[in-house]
């Protein structure tokens, strides 16, 4: 082979891994996962729906009317939501696969005649998963999600850390702060996701459910039982090991009942 046909091969095999790492690359990419699911609009219509439910709006009345306070009047139920997101748990714990955050409520803001606001929280039916069946766990006094909704930029949605009364603006590629009662960062400092995963793990992966700390610091009646096994081994591993004692003590009994009923008898024996 010359040298000028052999420096074409080259190109030539140099080329086809280019094209095949290229290909692969956008494989990879295109099979990540999103950062969040959002929900269809046919979904935040449903979710919408069920806060203007009979149910929804008895919920919104008992929180304006609350202790104390006169009768709401007239309530009126807005026909468009916010969707709220929270963290994913295996986000929390440190996994590279999966979404960062998903959905956790669709927020609904009814307000009463008395000019008193109420943010409705309508959830999937089943827990994960988003469908067209909704319902209404929780009316909250105010339209804090609505209010802050307003301050995200385009191409983020609205993610919640309760912990710490946080909310932030989600991307791509990361979170800014928008309020917190008890702030890790600065407001509308940008944390890329990476960053902003470490400090959750080292915040909440210990404490998530299913987790050691979380089972210990379960209320005693909510401790977990001892296995049945267990004891029942221990027991007759006890029993088992005074056995031989115990036949021993019989044993001596008979002897020594064996021996003074031989010194009776000996005792009449004529001589």
């Not at 401790?223 to 029942?232: D, E, H, L, N, V």
């Amino acid at each position: 082979m010359t040298r000028s046909a052999g420096r074409l091969l080259g190109a030539l095999v140099l080329l086809l891994l280019t094209l095949a790492g290229g290909t692969g690359g956008t494989a990879a990419v295109a099979s990540a996962p999103p950062v969040w699911a959002p929900p269809t609009p046919e979904q935040v219509s449903a979710a919408v729906a069920a806060a203007h439910s009979t149910e929804a709006i008895g919920y919104a009345r008992s929180n304006f009317r609350g202790p104390g306070h006169q009768d709401p009047g007239a309530i009126t139920v807005e026909t468009t939501g916010v969707p709220v997101y929270a963290l994913d748990p295996a986000f929390v714990r440190g996994e590279t696969v999966g979404s960062v955050a998903t959905l956790a409520y669709v927020a609904v803001v009814a307000h009463a005649q008395n000019g008193g606001t109420a943010t409705i929280q309508v959830t999937p039916a089943s827990p994960g998963h988003l469908g067209t069946e909704w319902r209404v766990d929780t009316v909250l006094s105010g339209d804090d999600e609505r209010q802050l909704a307003g301050q995200l930029p385009s191409d983020t949605v609205l993610l919640s850390e309760p912990q710490i009364n946080g909310w932030y603006a989600l991307s791509d590629d990361g979170v800014r702060l928008l309020r917190a009662s008890l702030p890790q960062s600065a407001v509308g400092v940008f944390v890329p996701l990476g960053e902003y995963q470490r400090q959750v793990r080292d915040r909440y992966a210990d404490k998530q459910p299913g987790s050691a700390h979380h089972r210990d610091s379960r209320p005693a009646g909510e401790q977990q039982a001892q296995p049945s096994g267990a004891p029942r081994g221990a027991r007759s591993s006890e029993s088992s090991s005074s056995v031989p004692w115990l036949a021993a003590a019989v044993a001596l009994l008979l002897g020594v009942a064996y021996l003074a009923r031989r010194r009776c008898r000996t005792k009449h024996i004529p001589q």
